[in-house]
Each structure stands twice: as C-alpha cells, then as structure tokens.
C-alpha cells in the first residue's frame, strides 16, 4: 500500500518525515536581504530633476537673504526711533523752564530732546527661528537621497559644509536672542552715530555672514552646478 493510505496506517507503518533541504536559505538572511535591497533604492534612487533644482533654488535664496541681511545689518537691528530729554537741561531748573516757556521746542530744538538709538532684534531673530526658512534648510542638505546625487570626489567636503552650515545658523539664532537681553545696548540707548556695545548682536552678524559663505560653497557641490 502506498505511503499515507488507510491500509498503510492500519498496518502499523509510520509515512515517512519530510526533511528540511540543506538549500533552504535561513530567514534571517532572507530579512537582511530584503533590507540590503530597500534601503538601496531609498539611497540610491536619483531624485526627481525638479526637487534637485528646488533644493538648489532653496540654497540660492538662502545664501541671498543672508547677504542681504549682512549689507543691511545697521537698519535691520538698530532702530533710532527713541528720544531722550537732554540731561544738562534736566538738570538746570531756569533752563528746563525757559525751554519748557516755548513752544514745539522739542521738536525744534535738538538741545531739549536727544534722538536716541537702541539694538532691536524684532526683524532678524524670526528670519533665524528654529521654524525658519533658513533653519529648515539645514536637514535638507543631508538627506540620503540628496547625498547620493553628490559626486564621490566632493562627498566628504559636501558633508563638512553642510555640518558648518548647521552650526553657523543656530549659533546665529541664539547670538540674536542673547543680544535681545544681555547686550547692554539693547535696553540702554546711545546716541545716532555711536557704535552700540552689543557683542551677541556682532556675533550673530559673524555667523550669518560664515552661513551665507557656506551655503555659497555648497551650491557649487549641487548637481548641475556651472
């Protein structure tokens, strides 16, 4: 009788065990092997041409808004808007009377009311944000997919660019954000024309300058870069 019938059971034979081929392949290797294979086409997948010249875009803008953050660094972080009774007048009662007797005297009379400056980091800090254009940029500059497109011979320069860059914006943001309460000058007031002792908000410039410089030297690394 054959093998796993009635009869071959009643008989009292046992059907024989199925042994496991030594060709079978162990499915951790299977597993490893199907990861290999994923994470291939996620690193070296090329991307799209348009989200390559989008990143090279971001960069180009990025790079922009911080050279013109540099070249109009005075106008962005000091603001000269404050007016300060003079102190001399303040001080002498016959003279706080006679100019006080005439009137629009502090609008006419630079010796009554002194035009004041103080550092004001209200429009640069939010352009350095943790939520900034500039800071977002940072993480998109070493995604595999963009790492990948990178020529062999510029990967470990591309690298330590991106890295610098992501140093020098924060550095920059919290430079901003010291200056906007401990540095001296940005609670006290100076006269126009006097150099303002704001070393975070001079600091903070240094960065921004450094970052834009970075971002300069990476977009020459950017496929498709002339």
């Not at 392949?25 to 294979?37: I, K, Q």
């Not at 009554?112 to 640069?124: E, G, Q």
């Not at 906007?180 to 007031?189: E, I, K």
């Amino acid at each position: 009788s054959l093998p796993g019938t009635p009869d071959h059971r009643r008989a009292g034979l046992r059907t024989p065990r199925k042994t496991a081929s030594r060709h079978v392949v162990p499915m951790v290797l299977l597993v490893r092997r199907w990861v290999v294979a994923i994470a291939s086409t996620i690193v070296f997948r090329p991307l799209p041409v348009p989200a390559v010249e989008s990143l090279a875009t971001r960069v180009a803008a990025g790079a922009a808004l911080l050279d013109k953050m540099s070249a109009n660094w005075s106008d962005l972080t000091i603001s000269c808007n404050y007016a300060e009774a003079d102190r001399v007048m303040m001080q002498n009662k016959t003279l706080l009377m006679e100019k006080a007797s005439v009137k629009g005297a502090y609008e006419a009379d630079s010796s009554v009311v002194v035009n004041m400056c103080k550092v004001d980091t209200d429009t640069v800090r939010p352009l350095l944000a943790k939520d900034s254009a500039l800071r977002k940029l940072s993480p998109q500059l070493t995604k595999p997919v963009t790492l990948s497109l990178i020529e062999p011979d510029n990967a470990e320069r591309y690298v330590e660019l991106a890295e610098a860059y992501d140093r020098a914006i924060s550095e920059a943001s919290a430079a901003m954000y010291l200056s906007g309460s401990g540095d001296f000058n940005a609670g006290t007031g100076f006269k126009v024309g006097e150099r303002p002792s704001a070393p975070n908000l001079d600091s903070a410039k240094g960065s921004v300058e450094e970052a834009r410089d970075l971002l300069n030297e990476l977009q020459r690394l950017l496929p498709g870069a002339a």
